[in-house]
T-cell receptor, first 109, second 118 residues
Framework: DQQVKQNSPSLSVQEGRISILNCDYT??????FLWYKKYPAEGPTFLIS?????DKNEDGRFTVFLNKSAKHLSLHIVPSQPGDSAVYFC????????FGAGTILRVKS | DTGVSQDPRHKITKRGQNVTFRCDPI?????LYWYRQTLGQGPEFLTY????????KSRLLSDRFSAERPKGSFSTLEIQRTEQGDSAMYLC????????????????FGAGSRLTVL
């Protein structure tokens, strides 16, 4: 059973524009949601998180929005830069993290 | 502290052989996690430790897999009688003690150990 789903395998965006990555979950007991970024041959690195009692968290160019009623969250990157090209994983927190399958973001210059 | 270290980075083995991976977590982190990642998928939880105690194992984890963390510091993941389906990236992560911060339980990952079973 996939508790965390990222339905878009890939996304291509022009440099300077907004990137929006989406994530859906099924378990309403998750207390935090996190986004990780992964470059080839490296482990995932933490990007930003949001508590289940919040609806928005912002850190520089990165903003995460949470819609609890829809069990949906999204990561906005503005403005997108070529160095943002990577795989982005959505994760939900119990004692451990449950990950989605990831979305490959390609930012074109 | 140099972060989470994993060794070896790459391992090629023949089907039926045993392999062992080692993970050295960040020193002040008492929680250690093992995940497996295959192509096109996200990291899949295998097991985790708090200090030397193994607190949870995935029910999908075969009996051929065993993990230890004997002194609450480094950990090993052993796969016995490897199969081609075991080919994957094995990721280790560590985190601060539960409840040490008011925020999310952020896992810091190592670069992974890639296993290829021929």
């Amino acid at each position: 059973d996939q508790q965390v789903k990222q339905n878009s395998p890939s996304l291509s965006v022009q440099e300077g524009r907004i990137s929006i990555l989406n994530c859906d979950y099924t378990n309403s007991m998750f207390d935090y949601f996190l986004w990780y970024k992964k470059y080839p041959a490296e482990g995932p690195t933490f990007l930003i998180s949001i508590s289940s009692i919040k609806d928005k968290n912002e850190d520089g160019r990165f903003t995460v929005f949470l819609n609890k009623s829809a069990k949906h969250l999204s990561l906005h990157i503005v403005p997108s830069q070529p160095g943002d090209s990577a795989v982005y994983f959505c994760a939900a927190s119990e004692d451990k993290l449950v990950f989605g399958a990831g979305t490959i973001l390609r930012v074109k210059s | 502290d140099t972060g989470v270290s994993q060794d070896p980075r790459h391992k090629i083995t023949k089907r039926g052989q045993n392999v062992t991976f080692r993970c050295d977590p960040i020193s002040e982190h008492n929680r250690l996690y093992w995940y497996r990642q295959t192509l096109g998928q996200g990291p899949e939880f295998l097991t985790y430790f708090q200090n030397e105690a193994q607190l949870e194992k995935s029910r999908l984890l075969s009996d051929r897999f065993s993990a230890e963390r004997p002194k609450g510091s480094f950990s090993t993941l052993e796969i016995q009688r490897t199969e081609q389906g075991d080919s994957a990236m094995y990721l280790c992560a560590s985190s601060l003690p539960f409840g040490s911060s008011s925020g999310a339980n952020v896992l810091t990952f190592g670069a992974g150990s890639r296993l290829t079973v021929l």
